[in-house]
């Protein structure tokens, strides 16, 4: 169960950094859009994020269930915004920058919220 826990965990950080990556590229592009990379990282994060909790209460690792619901809700609020958006022209320059809040949000929250594994 340690060798799934660490793919799941690597295909979750590459999903974060598929979709951060295709935020960040437009940074100086004065039209946003929601991009494959944004699209495809967030649903990979996302769905990778609810596989590794899964392995790790089957393992019977104590997760913390309150950062586990900050960063599925974070999670869920960037997915549902980006598919709500993916075949829109363009995006406003506020939504866009809100999504690249709300996705290193997630990432701090992953990294600064003290927890032996989730």
Do not use: Y
Not at 87 to 96: A, D, S
């Amino acid at each position: 169960m340690e060798t799934l826990r660490q793919i799941l965990l690597v295909i979750h950080i590459l999903g974060f950094a598929a979709l951060i990556g295709g935020l960040l590229v437009q940074a100086k592009s004065p039209e946003k859009v929601v991009n494959s990379a944004m699209r495809d990282g967030v649903g990979t994060a996302f769905v990778a994020g609810i596989a590794l909790v899964g392995v790790l209460q089957a393992d019977d690792v104590e997760v913390n269930n309150t950062k586990i619901a900050v960063k599925g809700l974070i999670g869920l609020l960037l997915l549902i915004l980006i598919m709500a958006n993916t075949r829109k022209e363009r995006i406003p320059q506020g939504l866009w920058a809100g999504l690249v809040l709300l996705s290193i949000a997630n990432v701090c929250v992953a990294v600064l919220w003290s927890s032996a594994h989730a």
